[in-house]
């Protein structure tokens, strides 16, 4: 059996898998490492973690004992995909130089201010095609500039996780369009020189930047003896995991919505690339060139399935029993329901409010609430937060037509009971993938497209399949979720002061 070896390196944990030409997943293997949070908003992992959490994969996935349908010489191709933005800096050797300053830090807060007030709009927003914060890889690389100048001078190449371990496959310094999106222009891969040379930041520590389906390079030899995985495989340039799970989630069309739902919540839709957006200041959104002459436009939250594991962790613990509180109580549904609202901003947000002090709100408790009403809320308050989103896009796009069906992948996709509440609040139909592992599968399709097996459109056609439907509650959305769908919008408004007051404590 020819097989696709592809590897998911996530906030929480690394993924490697094989899937066939067929989109089925043949085996998988996950390893968990931990995030460092130095401060509140400093968060930081290690690279070699990764890499240790991938060659074990590898070498679990390799073992005929455990799977003899699997041969190590029936890899026909690699791929890997990974959290971003992510800053991972390494010197001429390929060695870590520092912990890599993930996609949740925003230590950048003055960096960013540097670069609004150093350039102007007309300057920098052509050549931004993400929102510039925090979190962008630009104001990171200017943080260690500014804090750690010994570390900037030995940085030989910036990389993204994804770009890591492919340099420990392959032995190449390679990136992809998008993942370099704050340094090249994503469609040719030109470098941004004059941005480099404002910002005073040697443009040479910039890889060159392919395609996410070009070939970059093969397995090295050594990778068979350590492993057992064979020289010679060739290895793709990969994406950042909210590409490739946009791809495994089958959007190859326009007018499609979709959703990733894990650590944090991707909402977006694909349009035409002639569409003229509607760009302002005072909302960011991320705008990507895609397969099929589309544009993906999309926002992003922070931390949608980090709420509820939170809440496994210190109100449940164990993630057996939430599940089991939504089947218990089900008398207490619409219409008898005990209103309690949720602010998901357990880490601060990105859209739809962009904003590092906010917190984590429970709203309208009382003496009756029990554990279900605050597990309820938590998933309600995360199906509020993609609404408010897509009524953001819906502004973007000057009201271009969004689909009335939304397509849902990603670890939250498995949750049935997730994906009913995000029907019941968006009035859509909710349908979910077959692999919830969407940037696992994303990976897979473009080593198809790489190694020319498959066009674009064939390979989302014979790999992508659907899974469950979820219908909307219109009633419910109507007499129950429109008006806490108020108060859930106007709970930040009310709070926005205070949450910065009690940052400063």
Known sequence: MEVILTIDIGTSSVKVATINSKGELVKTFQTSYPTHYLKPNNKEQDPEDWWDAVKSGIYQILK???????????????????????????????EILRPAIIWQDSRAIKEVKYIKDRLNDEFYKPIMTSPLTPSSRIAKLLWLKNNEPNTMKKVYALLEPKDYINFKLTGEYKTSLLSGRDFVDVKTGKIHSEFFHLLEIPESIIPKAAPSHSIIGTT????????????????????????????????????????????????????????????????????????????????????????????????????????????????????????????????????????????????????????????????????????????????????????????????????????????????????????????????????????????????????????????PNMEKHHKYYTHLYTIYKNLYQSNQKLFKELRKI
Not at 66 to 74: A, D, E, L, R, W
Not at 363 to 379: C, E, K, P, V
């Open 64 to 94: 005929e004992k455990q799977n003899k349908k699997i041969s190590k010489y029936s890899i026909i191709g690699i791929s890997c995909c990974g959290h971003s933005p992510t800053l991972v800096c390494v010197d001429k050797q390929g």
């Open 220 to 471: 090295t030899k050594s990778l068979e003896e350590e492993i057992g995985l064979p020289k010679g495989i060739p290895l793709i340039a990969g994406e950042m995991d909210s590409i490739t799970s946009i791809i495994g989630t089958g959007i190859a069309k326009k007018n499609m919505c979709y959703n990733i739902s894990g650590t944090s919540e991707i909402i977006g839709i694909s349009i035409d690339q002639q569409l003229n957006l509607s760009r302002t200041k005072k909302q960011p959104y991320f705008s990507y060139p895609f397969y099929n002459n589309l544009q993906i436009i999309f926002e992003a939250t922070q931390a949608s399935g980090k709420s509820i594991n939170w809440f496994i962790k210190n109100i449940i613990g164990s993630d057996k029993i939430p599940n089991k509180l939504m089947i218990t109580n089900k008398k207490n549904d619409f219409p008898k329901m005990n209103p309690l609202i949720f602010l998901p901003y357990i880490e601060g947000e990105r859209s739809p409010i962009w904003d590092t002090s906010a917190r984590g709100i429970f709203f309208g408790l009382n003496s009756q609430h029990t554990r279900f009403d605050l597990y309820r809320a938590i998933l309600e308050g995360i199906g509020f937060s993609i609404l408010q989103n897509f009524e953001i896009l819906r502004g973007i796009s000057n009201k271009y037509h969004i689909s009335d069906s939304l397509r849902i992948s990603g670890g939250g996709a498995e949750n049935d009971y997730l994906n009913q509440i995000k029907s019941d609040i968006l009035g859509k139909k909710v349908i979910t993938t077959k692999v919830f592992e969407s940037g696992l599968l994303g990976g897979a399709i473009l080593v198809m497209i790489g190694l020319r097996i498959y066009s674009f459109d064939d390979a989302v056609k014979k790999m992508v399949h659907t899974n469950k439907i979820f219908q």
